[in-house]
């Protein structure tokens, strides 16, 4: 897999013993001892500054225009060209469709071929499957009821991504650093690698644009292929 570019063993000190002191205030025979830091991870993460939480499940749905096989939605870019979203989702919840308290959508975009007609195998491609097709859409990270966006320096390196087969399941290995969009302070980083499920419909017909959509409320649905 080629890598894109946008623009862009933890240490544990326990203090143990005794400490005899000859003063004349209080002897302190016990001091509090160092708290152990909580251990780094190294992947499959979502951190937002100096807080992680780790990536439970994964998956990576196509907008449309409804609910499970409704027609997918189109955008159309500044520049005139088509494009059909899809959003790669890690998060931290307790099922695939059960988002927990932190959760990266990353957001990649492909051209629409649209000398096919609607309804045609071909018209839509999934990400980095035909060359030039695949253009970024942007990046975004929830984190404890926060919602940030990357700026436009972040980097996005993609080294895999295998849609799998009917015996094996697909897997992404990325890593995405960047700063907020709004507050270039607080430092993103997500690290995915493993396994993605997929694929999904997210139902996008009242969005108003590529904006991120909330997938609550049975706006995910399993689906089968694109056409």
Same mark, same amino acid.
């Given at each position: ?38 251990? +780094? ?137 960047? +700063? ?48």
């Amino acid at each position: 897999m080629k890598k894109m570019f946008l623009s862009l063993a933890t240490i544990a000190f326990v203090a143990a013993g005794s400490l005899t002191v000859t003063s004349c205030g209080d002897d302190d025979s016990n001091p509090t001892p160092t708290p152990t830091p909580t251990p +780094t991870l190294t992947k499959n993460f979502i951190q937002v500054n100096n807080d992680q939480e780790e990536i439970t499940y994964s998956l990576y749905a196509v907008h449309r225009d409804g609910t499970g096989s409704a027609p997918i939605k189109e955008y159309t870019l500044q520049d005139g060209t088509v494009v059909a979203a899809f959003e790669f989702i890690s998060h931290n919840g307790d099922a695939v469709t059960t988002f927990g308290t932190a959760e990266t959508w990353t957001t990649l975009l492909t051209k629409v071929d649209t000398s096919i007609p609607v309804g045609t195998a071909g018209r839509y491609v999934l990400p980095f499957t035909t060359e030039g097709s695949t253009l970024l859409g942007g990046f975004s990270t929830t984190f404890n009821d926060t919602d940030y966006s990357y700026a436009a320096e972040a980097e996005f390196d993609v080294v895999d991504l295998n849609y799998g087969s009917e015996t094996e399941p697909a897997t992404m290995t990325y890593t995405l650093s960047g +700063t907020d969009a709004d507050d270039t302070s607080i430092m993103l980083k997500t690290n995915l690698e493993g396994e993605i499920d997929g694929l999904y419909s997210l139902n996008a017909s009242s969005a108003k644009g590529l904006g991120r959509i909330n997938p609550k409320n049975g706006q995910l649905t399993k689906i089968k292929s694109l056409n």
